[in-house]
């Protein structure tokens, strides 16, 4: 019988591993930029739903020593991946996975910041194995039913971050506004100066505020921008 299990590849930052075991899903620059954005160094209480490998909650961790991270998602493969990585970072007390589907699970508290990394594929060739095409396609959450869970799930002054693909978060926005979010923060990120930008991170509000538009260009005469090692610098091993 055809082996249909697929070994995502390990990657090492300067203050934590991520093993990824069979989540589905490799570190990616879109996860590492969304950690590394997103400002949740005053929340006491995060969600990250999706966790995959635990990278977001990691992240998160390291930048905030005072907060408390619940990482939550569907996948068993994904869920081991994480706990090996929680439980080998310098953080793991603060650290809890959750099982199950982030709609209805029942969560016990509300939180300062969520983060996500969600799925973006809507329609199209399906990817082979089951836990890439569950992180990768919004077979399972629907971006409208996510946002109207994390309104929900967000204390009164909480923010929620996410990243997406430009044409998808564009259409994210959008329907967020139709639901009652405002767009508090964006960075519109270009691989290069001559290319368009590719990915949106994207900070949501449940109050009325002045939208701070950034760009982040990744590479810039044959390297790193400084504008992206100063942001990833934190975690990068050779920045």
């Known amino acids: 019988m055809k082996n249909t299990q697929f070994t995502t590849k390990g990657f090492s930052f300067k203050q934590f591993k991520i ?11 879109d996860g590492v930029l969304l950690g590394a954005w997103c400002d949740i160094r005053q929340a006491n209480t995060i969600l990250d739903i999706g966790t995959g490998t635990g990278l977001l909650a990691l992240m998160c961790a390291q930048r905030n020593p005072d907060c408390v991270i619940d990482a939550i998602d569907i996948d068993q493969h994904a869920l081991q991946a994480a706990k090996e990585n929680f439980t080998s970072s310098p953080w793991s007390s603060r650290l809890a996975l959750l099982e199950g589907d982030v709609l209805n699970f029942p969560f016990e508290t509300s939180y300062d910041a969520i983060v996500c990394n969600p799925p973006y594929f ?3 060739e ?8 569950t ?3 919004t077979l399972t959450l ?3 039913a996510l946002l109207e869970r994390c309104f929900k799930l967000l204390s009164a002054e909480g923010q929620a971050w996410f990243v997406l693909p430009e044409a998808e978060g564009r259409m994210f926005i959008s329907l967020a506004e139709t639901l009652g979010w405002h767009l508090a923060g964006l960075c519109e990120v270009q691989p290069t100066a001559k290319k368009p930008v590719s990915r949106l991170l994207i900070e949501l509000s449940q109050h009325p505020s002045n939208t701070n538009i950034e760009k982040l260009i990744i590479q810039k005469d044959n390297g790193y921008s400084d ?5 990833t610098k934190a975690f990068y091993l050779k920045m």
Do not use: D, K
């Not at 399906?126 to 095409?133: D, G, P, S, T």
């Open 142 to 144: 629907s971006h409208g």
């Open 126 to 133: 399906h990817a082979q194995n089951q836990q890439r095409a």
């Open 227 to 231: 504008e992206f090692v100063a942001l």
């Open 19 to 29: 093993a990824g075991g069979h989540s589905g899903m490799p570190v990616s620059t």
């Open 135 to 137: 992180a990768r396609h």
């Open 122 to 124: 809507n329609s199209g």
